[in-house]
């Protein structure tokens, strides 16, 4: 394994939508040998009363450690009926109103997040999700985010887009990973953007991009011998809907790529390309921090 993932923090918040991250981190527990943990922030002053927890305590005046243990078997008997038990490792808690700033602080003890892009009120695909988009700018750790239309089955087809930087490079080893431990397909992908005179010369430039794919295959996934497709297309617009395209025909169980590209700066850790691919598609994406 090119990256130790084997501690892997799934966030919920007692929702269907939430639930549908946790068949995905358990596919990628035994893909990395790790084990899964739930997630759940509250907060005693805005949660009425625990509605969604059953918690008779749940208020106030109750007691906090009282209240703790019972969300936390509560999440435990909430991943239990997604996943297998012997992938569950201890539920995780956290008073905190701010959910998005509770995952990234929890993360830190964490080696990959997995989430779902909706929430309890399932409005998050509208603006990818306010908890999910804070956590991707403001995580440091490799996150999984699962679409909740997107149709997952174990990993038989993986997309990598790449532009040639250094940073988006960043996502092979993890495609890799998946790949050799599940034998999936790793789709490397190009778009090759702007206007050309003639079909001469995109079939040039073509040719030339499709030679370094090859060339970045063989430096950077040297454990893939086989299952290895190389594309490049022409996005005439914009590299993301031409990867958004792609994906539609492809139908793809996962994109792994790096949060930020070639015009990626430090204030800015997650890029439009990768903001607008999560906003887009029904996918699941795992988005890498080139630093990570």
Known sequence: MNKALNKILVPVDFSDFSRKALPVAQELARVYKGRISPFHAY????????????????????????????????LRQFASDAVEGDVLDESVTAQDNNTAQAIVEASGRFDMVVMSSHGRTGFMRILMGSVAEKVLRLGNRPIVIVEDA????????????TDFSSNSLAALPYAQDIALATGAEVHLFHALCGDFNNPEQFEQQKQERLAKLHEIAEQHLPGMTVNLKYFVVHGADSAHNAIRKHVIEQHYNLIVMAAIGRTGLNHQPIGSTTATLIRAVHTTFMVIRPDA
Do not use: C, N, W
Not at 150 to 161: D, G, M
């Open 43 to 74: 907060d005693l002053y805005s949660d009425m009363e625990g509605f969604h927890y059953d918690v008779d305590s749940f208020h106030a005046d109750g007691d906090p450690a009282t209240i703790d243990q019972a969300i936390k078997k509560k």
């Open 150 to 161: 997107s149709a997952f089955t174990p990993f038989r087809k993986i997309l990598v887009p």
